[in-house]
Protein backbone atom coordinates (compact mmCIF):
# COMPACT_ATOMS: atom_id res chain seq x y z
CA UNK A 1 0.00 0.00 0.00
CA UNK A 2 1.03 3.41 -1.17
CA UNK A 3 2.04 5.77 1.91
CA UNK A 4 -0.17 8.81 1.29
CA UNK A 5 1.00 12.50 2.68
CA UNK A 6 -2.08 13.62 4.68
CA UNK A 7 -4.23 16.28 3.67
CA UNK A 8 -3.68 19.89 5.02
CA UNK A 9 -5.93 22.81 5.03
CA UNK A 10 -4.32 26.51 4.36
CA UNK A 11 -5.25 29.87 4.07
CA UNK A 12 -3.70 32.61 2.84
CA UNK A 13 -4.42 36.25 1.95
CA UNK A 14 -3.35 38.37 -1.35
CA UNK A 15 -4.16 41.69 -2.04
CA UNK A 16 -6.82 42.79 -5.33
CA UNK A 17 -6.17 45.95 -7.09
CA UNK A 18 -9.36 48.72 -6.84
CA UNK A 19 -11.85 47.92 -9.36
CA UNK A 20 -10.70 44.52 -10.52
CA UNK A 21 -13.04 42.27 -8.67
CA UNK A 22 -15.28 41.45 -12.09
CA UNK A 23 -11.98 40.88 -13.74
CA UNK A 24 -10.55 38.74 -11.50
CA UNK A 25 -13.79 36.69 -11.24
CA UNK A 26 -13.98 36.61 -14.61
CA UNK A 27 -10.20 34.77 -15.12
CA UNK A 28 -10.85 32.41 -12.42
CA UNK A 29 -14.25 31.30 -14.17
CA UNK A 30 -12.28 30.64 -17.17
CA UNK A 31 -9.50 29.00 -15.66
CA UNK A 32 -7.12 27.36 -17.76
CA UNK A 33 -7.67 23.60 -17.72
CA UNK A 34 -3.84 22.73 -17.58
CA UNK A 35 -3.48 25.25 -14.41
CA UNK A 36 -6.34 23.40 -12.85
CA UNK A 37 -4.68 19.78 -14.00
CA UNK A 38 -1.52 21.03 -12.37
CA UNK A 39 -3.37 21.93 -9.07
CA UNK A 40 -5.08 18.48 -8.82
CA UNK A 41 -1.86 16.51 -10.10
CA UNK A 42 0.26 18.40 -7.26
CA UNK A 43 -2.75 17.04 -4.53
CA UNK A 44 -4.58 20.26 -3.73
CA UNK A 45 -7.92 20.24 -4.09
CA UNK A 46 -11.28 21.96 -1.86
CA UNK A 47 -9.51 25.28 -3.52
CA UNK A 48 -12.30 28.22 -2.97
CA UNK A 49 -10.98 32.52 -2.67
CA UNK A 50 -13.17 35.10 -1.26
CA UNK A 51 -12.85 38.64 -1.37
CA UNK A 52 -13.51 40.99 1.39
CA UNK A 53 -14.63 43.97 -0.81
CA UNK A 54 -14.15 46.80 1.89
CA UNK A 55 -10.05 45.98 1.75
CA UNK A 56 -10.10 44.23 -1.65
CA UNK A 57 -8.58 41.57 0.46
CA UNK A 58 -8.97 37.88 -1.15
CA UNK A 59 -8.71 35.06 1.25
CA UNK A 60 -7.41 31.70 0.24
CA UNK A 61 -8.69 28.19 1.62
CA UNK A 62 -6.82 24.83 -0.04
CA UNK A 63 -6.53 21.36 0.89
CA UNK A 64 -3.47 20.02 -0.28
CA UNK A 65 -1.42 16.65 0.41
CA UNK A 66 2.40 18.12 -0.22
CA UNK A 67 2.93 21.76 -2.34
CA UNK A 68 0.57 24.22 -2.21
CA UNK A 69 -0.29 26.83 -5.09
CA UNK A 70 2.75 28.93 -4.68
CA UNK A 71 5.10 26.39 -4.49
CA UNK A 72 4.12 25.43 -8.27
CA UNK A 73 5.88 28.64 -9.46
CA UNK A 74 8.43 26.97 -11.05
CA UNK A 75 6.46 25.89 -13.62
CA UNK A 76 6.02 27.46 -16.93
CA UNK A 77 2.24 27.19 -16.87
CA UNK A 78 1.97 28.60 -13.21
CA UNK A 79 4.65 31.63 -14.31
CA UNK A 80 2.16 31.97 -17.52
CA UNK A 81 -0.93 32.28 -15.34
CA UNK A 82 1.11 34.91 -12.78
CA UNK A 83 1.90 37.13 -15.54
CA UNK A 84 -1.51 37.42 -16.61
CA UNK A 85 -2.39 38.01 -13.51
CA UNK A 86 0.26 40.53 -12.46
CA UNK A 87 -2.24 43.28 -13.97
CA UNK A 88 -4.96 43.29 -11.52
CA UNK A 89 -3.29 41.53 -8.07
CA UNK A 90 0.39 43.17 -5.75
CA UNK A 91 2.74 40.92 -6.90
CA UNK A 92 6.29 40.29 -6.18
CA UNK A 93 9.24 40.93 -8.68
CA UNK A 94 9.31 37.34 -10.05
CA UNK A 95 5.04 38.11 -10.51
CA UNK A 96 3.72 35.80 -7.78
CA UNK A 97 1.04 37.21 -6.13
CA UNK A 98 1.97 38.66 -2.77
CA UNK A 99 0.61 35.48 -0.43
CA UNK A 100 0.71 36.16 3.58
CA UNK A 101 0.17 32.86 5.22
CA UNK A 102 -2.56 32.62 7.70
CA UNK A 103 -2.73 31.01 11.33
CA UNK A 104 -5.71 28.50 12.05
CA UNK A 105 -6.88 29.71 15.56
CA UNK A 106 -10.14 27.94 15.39
CA UNK A 107 -11.50 25.00 13.29
CA UNK A 108 -14.97 22.82 14.05
CA UNK A 109 -15.73 19.43 11.89
Known amino acids: MKNKTPMQKVAFKMKLKPGFK ?18 KENGISDYTIFLDEETNTLFGVQLQSGQSSQDLGTTEIVQKWWAYMADIMETNPDNSPVSTPLTTVFHLD
Open 22 to 39: DEYTKRHTEIWPELSALL
